[in-house]
């Protein structure tokens, strides 16, 4: 699977190269574009069958009651996921509304409803952790997130420090080497990477 993403990424062209302002607010020299992944259906497809598989490893299907996406990128994955392991959606808003309930979070919420977020990566963990903000201040319980990526960036200590365990299928260094191995990025665009994970 692993081999596989890089592949995907390379073909779709979700690696990219320059300045980039995160979600963070960091200053990366790349960026990995998975919001284009809907529109590859068959990258998209395959995508989602890897985040089922993480799932399905790491986590007990009775482990939780409900699958909540992260916007906004998030939401197109968790949306299928859900689908797939026949569990309630919910999403969680980047504002809460200020009409109809004013509520953070769309979908049926229950009081005790353990609730697996997902989103598409992770850097610092801040969506995340505001999601989980979010779900618990309507009664959700969060200990478990997913992404397909994360960028080493302390996020996984970010979540630990919460109590949200953090499962990913790659990290940013192991997807760089991968992609240096099928030689779509070069050596300098290797380290470029390789130096970003390592400013924790």
Same mark, same amino acid.
């Given at each position: 699977?692993?081999?596989?993403?890089?592949?995907?990424?390379?073909?779709?062209?979700?690696?990219?190269?320059?300045?980039?302002?995160?979600?963070?607010?960091?200053?990366?020299?790349?960026?990995?574009?998975?919001?284009?992944?809907?529109?590859?259906?068959?990258?998209?497809?395959?995508?989602?069958?890897?985040?089922?598989?993480?799932?399905?490893?790491?986590?007990?299907?009775?482990?939780?009651?409900?699958?909540?996406?992260?916007?906004?990128?998030?939401?197109?994955?968790?949306?299928?996921?859900?689908?797939?392991?026949?569990?309630?959606?919910?999403?969680?808003?980047?504002?809460?509304? %200020?009409?109809?309930?004013?509520? *953070?979070? +769309? !979908?049926?919420?229950?009081?005790?409803?353990? #609730? =697996? @977020?997902?989103?598409?990566?992770?850097?610092?963990?801040?969506?995340?952790? %505001?999601?989980?903000?979010?779900? *618990?201040? +309507? !009664?959700?319980?969060?200990?478990?997130?997913? #992404? =397909? @990526?994360?960028?080493?960036?302390?996020?996984?200590?970010?979540?630990?420090?919460?109590?949200?365990?953090?499962?990913?299928?790659?990290?940013?260094?192991?997807?760089?080497?991968?992609?240096?191995?099928?030689?779509?990025?070069?050596?300098?665009?290797?380290?470029?990477?390789?130096?970003?994970?390592?400013?924790?």
């Amino acid at each position: 699977m692993k081999a596989e993403l890089g592949r995907i990424l390379n073909r779709i062209g979700a690696l990219k190269f320059g300045t980039f302002k995160l979600t963070s607010g960091e200053v990366s020299p790349y960026y990995i574009d998975l919001r284009i992944v809907p529109s590859f259906p068959d990258a998209f497809k395959r995508i989602c069958d890897f985040y089922l598989a993480v799932i399905k490893s790491d986590i007990e299907a009775d482990g939780f009651d409900r699958i909540a996406g992260i916007p906004t990128a998030g939401i197109s994955f968790s949306s299928i996921i859900a689908y797939h392991l026949e569990k309630p959606f919910i999403y969680v808003r980047p504002t809460e509304r %200020k009409h109809g309930r004013e509520r *953070r979070v +769309e !979908g049926i919420l229950l009081p005790g409803d353990r #609730v =697996l @977020l997902i989103d598409d990566l992770i850097t610092r963990g801040g969506s995340i952790l %505001k999601a989980a903000e979010a779900v *618990r201040a +309507e !009664g959700g319980v969060v200990t478990d997130a997913v #992404v =397909l @990526l994360d960028r080493e960036e302390n996020g996984k200590a970010n979540l630990a420090k919460d109590g949200i365990k953090l499962h990913y299928l790659l990290t940013t260094s192991e997807t760089a080497q991968k992609l240096h191995d099928i030689g779509a990025i070069t050596e300098d665009q290797l380290d470029t990477i390789l130096k970003q994970a390592k400013r924790k």
